[in-house]
């Protein structure tokens, strides 16, 4: 995590950054924005066609090179002297120029095509902070984006979300928060509660004894208001789980087959993307695709007694990724009988959710899982040695995340600290059904919708909130 310094974001600066990454490709971009862009552009860059990049329209492409200022001759290249024909030319590129206000930061924006690679790319970067750009922190042009009203904060983190998308679904939540559709509900929200504010402003400020206490039309929409929060909560952990993934910790006796069934996901999925650590003895994960949902599984090192001190600290960390688990995937020897290491296992998932996978099916069957006390939860046949009902298994997890339906029309994204907001609003308003039920007067009601509408500015950026801002702008990387 980058250290996110909001005083660090000096909106006068003109900021520059590579925005590929930088490495042997085909193409890099370099990004310029701030009112001194155009100025620097014009230094380092020389056209094809002799014409002005400072006067020419928004929105255009423009083909060229990137020369070095201390070479760039007075007259134009080629000339009269000779000696211009030796500018050090650095690149080919191709040049756009988003004017202000109609660009990504709302300032003028540039930006350089190069081709790419990592020498190539430092070498503009390089000149255009010579001239007197400053390199970029993380996230600054999302942030002046957000600043100039071009995106609310929810849109920022549909920024973030497109940029850090590991499967389709993913992608296509950030895609509408990015639209707007998520800002649009919060709006409607607010639009509701500044309603009522403005009506118990207005009988603070005019006194009018009859109506002292919302009236019952409006302690419906109150009520509607609440729900619709509530509702936007409960989806959210669903977007959490399509945004990051699903942690899903394989787990089962020794032998009962986890590091084959491990091995026969990761072989049939194609779409791995990491591979985070391992040894035999410690966690080892990785992230896989199924049916477009990121899964992230951890193989466990078993949970068993420890005898030795590595042992023990495998242990110690096979129990906390057990803890903090979206779903555990229990593993049972289907040719051996329950023993008490199963036993323990199953007591410890009671409580969480669980697919429990009943391995070995091709070889003679001694479980009965008449004598386990907590085997309501869905079960799945296998054979992870055969190939055999990796099908049913991803059906079983898919429908696990969707348990409930996916309610897409509430699917907002919501990072930890917004989501603690949005409960807070949602305090608000069950706060001021209170208020409003016990005959309170209208100043205790108007202070809770108060309360409630900067809670909603919060979420949106509407209303400054050092640590919501902290908590997007830290995970963007540089060049966004
Ligand atoms: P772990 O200790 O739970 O990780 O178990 P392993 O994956 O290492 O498997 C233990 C043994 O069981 C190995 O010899 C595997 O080949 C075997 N095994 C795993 N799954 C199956 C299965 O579905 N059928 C059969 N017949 N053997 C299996």
Redesign the pocket.
């Known amino acids: 995590m980058s250290q996110f310094k909001l005083k660090d974001y000096i909106l006068g600066d003109t900021i520059t950054a590579i925005a590929t990454f930088p490495s042997k490709s085909a193409l890099g971009v370099v990004k310029i924005s701030g009112k001194s862009s155009l100025p620097i552009i014009s230094r380092i860059f020389k056209p094809a066609k002799n014409k002005n990049i400072k006067k020419v329209k928004t929105h255009t492409l423009h083909y060229g090179w990137i020369v070095e200022k201390s070479r760039i001759p007075a007259c134009p290249a080629g000339r009269k002297n000779k000696k211009s024909n030796t500018n050090n030319l650095i690149d080919e590129v191709l040049v756009s120029v988003m004017r202000t206000p109609n660009s990504y930061t709302r300032e003028d924006v540039v930006e350089v095509s190069s081709h790419g690679g990592t020498v190539v790319l430092n070498k503009i970067l390089e000149i255009i902070l010579e001239q007197g750009a400053r390199l970029a922190l993380p996230g600054e042009f999302t942030y002046r984006a957000l600043v100039r009203g071009r995106i609310d904060l929810l849109q920022a983190e549909g920024v973030l979300g497109i940029v850090e998308a590991k499967s389709l679904e993913a992608l296509e939540l950030a895609s509408s928060q990015l639209k707007g559709y998520n800002s649009q509900k919060i709006e409607k929200l607010k639009a509701g509660i500044k309603e009522l504010f403005v009506h118990t402003e207005s009988l603070i400020n005019f006194p009018d004894e009859d109506r002292e206490n919302l009236s019952v039309i409006q302690q419906k929409k109150i009520k509607k208001i609440r729900e619709e929060i509530d509702k936007i909560l409960q989806a959210s952990s669903q977007a959490k789980a399509i945004r990051e993934g699903m942690r899903c910790v394989i787990c089962?006796?020794?032998?009962?087959?986890?590091?084959?069934?491990f091995n026969y996901i990761l072989q049939e999925e194609r779409a791995i993307v990491s591979k985070i650590c391992g040894t035999t003895r410690d966690v080892i994960e990785e992230n896989v695709n199924i049916r477009g949902v990121n899964l992230r599984i951890c193989?466990t090192a078993?949970i068993l007694k420890p005898e030795d001190s590595i042992a023990k600290k495998a242990l110690e960390k096979s129990s906390k990724v057990f803890e903090e688990a979206d779903l555990i995937i229990l593993?049972l020897d289907a040719?051996r009988p329950l023993n008490d290491d199963d036993f323990f296992l199953l007591e410890k998932s009671r409580n969480k959710n669980t697919i429990i996978v009943i391995?070995?099916?091709?070889?003679f069957q001694r479980l009965d899982l008449k004598k386990a006390s907590n085997i309501s939860k869905v079960k799945i046949r296998?054979?992870?040695?055969?190939n055999i009902g990796l099908k049913d298994l991803e059906n079983a997890i898919y429908s696990k995340i969707y348990e409930v339906g996916i309610d897409r029309e509430n699917l907002i994204f919501l990072n930890q600290y917004q989501h603690e907001i949005l409960k807070k609003a949602k305090e608000n308003i069950s706060q001021l059904e209170e208020f409003s039920k016990n005959n309170y007067t209208i100043d205790f009601i108007n202070l809770a919708l108060k309360e409630c509408l900067d809670n909603l500015g919060r979420l949106s950026g509407e209303v400054f909130c050092e640590e919501v801002l902290e908590s997007i702008f830290s995970k963007f990387c540089i060049g966004k």
């Open positions: 089962g006796k020794t032998n009962a087959g986890k590091s084959t069934l193989d078993g593993v040719s391995n070995k099916i091709d070889l296998m054979s992870a040695l055969k």
